[in-house]
């Protein structure tokens, strides 16, 4: 049997601010940071542009290939042009 790497991912709004966070923990894998960026993508398409802090402080491991790299590069950003994205 194949165990499966899961991370667990917190989401938060400071609507004052227009902030959203991310926060993740656990191991990062390719597949995971790919179902991400598709999960930020349909959140900024069904919420009001805003920005973006990315927390990987809790990440234990990160096993993300170079061909996820490039693809979640060579995509349009999830974040709007013109909007803020920290990542820490």
């Known amino acids: 049997m194949v165990g499966r790497?899961?991370?667990?991912?917190?989401?938060?709004?400071?609507?004052?601010?227009?902030?959203l966070r991310v926060t993740l923990e656990g191991p990062m894998t390719g597949a995971i940071l790919l179902e991400l960026y598709a999960a930020a993508l349909r959140y900024m398409a069904s919420h009001p542009p805003c920005r973006a802090i990315l927390d990987f402080t809790q990440v234990t491991e990160f096993e993300v290939s170079g061909d996820a790299i490039r693809q979640v590069a060579a995509a349009p950003p999830a974040v709007p042009a013109g909007y803020m994205r920290v990542l820490v």
């Open 5 to 19: 790497l899961t991370v667990n991912i917190a989401l938060d709004f400071d609507k004052e601010n227009n902030i």
